[in-house]
């Protein structure tokens, strides 16, 4: 019996609950903070108020939280993404093939 079989570790991000919306835009986007623009924009279209929770830039593999993923050396799962769907992510916005993602929380009051 293998460690893997006995501790069901995951392969891949449960996005059970979370809703993807993947954007090419046409002409490619300069740098991370027109990503974030963009992908805010969308944020506030399809949930209202919202939280980013967590983002990674591929151009400087970058992420937010900073360091989440230096837990996660080893694992399928980026920090990031754990983060972020661990603390209740509702929406994930993939910008150009995951060059820029960002997971946001909507805000109830």
């Given amino acids: ?14 996005y059970s609950g979370v809703t993807i919306v993947e954007l090419s835009p046409d002409p490619v ?4 903070l027109q990503a974030m623009a963009l992908a805010n924009e969308q944020a506030e279209k399809l949930s ?3 939280m980013l929770l967590a983002w990674y830039d591929r151009d400087r593999d970058f992420e937010s939280p900073q360091h989440a993923s230096e837990c996660h ?4 799962i980026p920090g990031y993404i754990d ?4 603390h209740g992510a509702t929406l994930k916005i993939d910008i150009e093939q995951g060059r820029f993602m960002f997971f946001y929380l909507p805000i109830d009051f």
């Fill in 1 to 14: 019996m293998t460690i893997e079989s006995k501790f069901n570790l995951p392969q891949a991000p449960d």
């Fill in 29 to 32: 986007l300069d740098d991370c």
């Fill in 48 to 50: 209202g108020e919202h």
């Fill in 73 to 76: 050396v080893n694992s399928a």
């Fill in 83 to 86: 983060y972020a769907l661990y």
